[in-house]
């Protein structure tokens, strides 16, 4: 046994490691729950308006440019409410609008394998604040789920927090059926830019829709970023800034027409 184990290569004794702590974490979810430490500080006033937004409202839409903290803020406030035990679950809800050769129907896989790569912008933002393996074993154990917008008809989803990205790409119809899913137990954020609209019909996207003709019912809580909020990187403002201009003085439009 002992050549046995001298005999094991470095990758086969992480392997082992892996499984040992797999195993003991299996044991007691809440002893998994509490080694994972979530810290938050928010960095400007508006992401103080939105964590308020949701701890106070059962739905919450989030609106405005990239790299201000959006999806990182809202998915951290879900690992907070586990961890508190007030949801038993985070529920990953994606549009999943792409481009009409790269729909899922043609990715390899099964529905969970297919959606991979569409959760990334969760699942990359979760392992910055807990941590790879500890992203990998909230899915194991049940604490994350995702799907798409489609399978959300006629599902009730209870003692959830549910999170939706990309609600630029959402239907109007769409949006009723996944505002229909919220229940005494659940809460709701929605996020998007509705300035990265890649829905067939931009009239028919669902995030300006419901701002301005929800914003006055109750338990309902509206954020907006605008590009002074970005934090990621300076630059995206700069490059904001540049297509807002061009899409202002028509270059934009006016290059779209040759092709």
């Known amino acids: ?18 499984y040992q702590h797999q195993r003991n974490l299996l044991k007691s979810s809440e002893t998994f729950l509490s080694s994972i430490k979530v810290d938050l500080k928010c960095k400007n006033e508006r992401q103080k308006d939105l964590i308020n937004s949701i701890k106070n409202n059962a ?13 990182f803020l809202s998915l951290l406030e879900g690992i907070k409410f586990l961890k508190s035990g007030e949801y038993k679950k985070i529920v990953l809800v994606k549009s999943v609008t792409t481009l009409e050769e790269e729909s899922l129907g043609y990715l390899k896989g099964d529905l969970d394998t297919k959606l991979i790569p569409i959760m990334y912008s969760f699942t990359g933002n979760l392992d910055k604040i807990v941590g790879k393996f500890n992203t990998e074993q909230l899915k194991v154990q049940g604490y994350i789920e995702w799907m798409p917008i ?16 990309e609600a630029q790409n959402i239907s109007i119809d769409g949006i009723r059926t996944i505002l229909s899913r919220v229940s005494e137990s659940s809460k709701i954020v929605i996020l998007g830019d509705s300035k990265q609209k890649d829905i067939k019909n931009k009239n028919d996207s669902s995030l300006e829709f419901i701002i301005k003709y929800f914003k006055e019912i109750p338990n309902i809580g509206i954020v907006r970023f605008e ?6 990187n300076p630059m995206i403002k700069d490059f904001e800034d540049r297509f807002d201009k061009l899409n202002e003085d028509g270059t934009i439009d006016s290059l779209k027409k040759r092709y």
């Open 1 to 18: 046994m002992s050549n046995k184990r001298r005999n094991l290569t470095r990758d086969d004794n992480e392997d082992v490691i892996t």
């Open 150 to 165: 489609a399978y959300l008809r006629g599902v009730n989803i209870d003692n959830s927090y549910i999170v939706i990205d």
């Open 227 to 232: 590009k002074e909020h970005i934090i990621r």
């Open 59 to 71: 739905v919450t839409f989030c609106e405005g440019s990239p790299g201000t903290g959006k999806t």
